[in-house]
């Protein structure tokens, strides 16, 4: 979660802290959920079926179950496709490429061509 960078249009250093973030049940524990909450980033991140039954077990004091908004969570299948897309280029989804530099132009080469 520390390497999160959100690009800016223009110039400047790009930001750390993202309005709001998007993810799946792999994301859903405690401790992201409280470093998203003491950085002030809102998120939509679904609960995980036995966290869900955890909470209910626990009664009252289980506490209220975190926020989720299912329309903001259905903007996330767009990222998703896309990574599929990319995926089916098989030196991204192998990495051929061995430094950094050269994995991103394949990568940004790939998403130019998908887009045109």
């Known amino acids: 979660m520390e390497a999160i960078r959100v690009p800016r249009m223009g110039p400047g250093r790009p930001r ?4 709001h973030v998007l993810g799946d049940k ?8 409280s470093w998203l909450r003491r950085r002030g980033i809102s998120h ?11 909470r209910l ?3 009252s004091r289980g506490g209220r179950p975190p926020a989720f908004d299912r329309d903001a969570y259905k903007r996330r299948n767009v990222v998703e496709r896309c990574f599929n897309k990319l ?3 098989r ?3 192998t990495r051929y490429d061995k430094t950094t ?3 991103q ?3 940004t080469l790939a998403a130019l061509l998908m887009w045109a």
């Not at 792999?26 to 959920?33: C, D, E, V």
């Not at 939509?44 to 966290?51: C, F, G, K, N």
Request: no cysteine; glycine share 8%; hydrophobic share 30%.
């Open 16 to 19: 750390v802290r993202p309005s």
């Open 26 to 33: 792999g994301y859903s524990s405690r401790a992201i959920r």
């Open 44 to 54: 939509t991140i679904p609960e995980r079926a036995d966290q869900v039954r955890n």
């Open 57 to 59: 077990n626990r009664g």
């Open 87 to 89: 995926k089916q280029w």
């Open 91 to 93: 030196g991204i989804a």
């Open 101 to 103: 530099e050269s994995y």
């Open 105 to 107: 132009a394949a990568v």
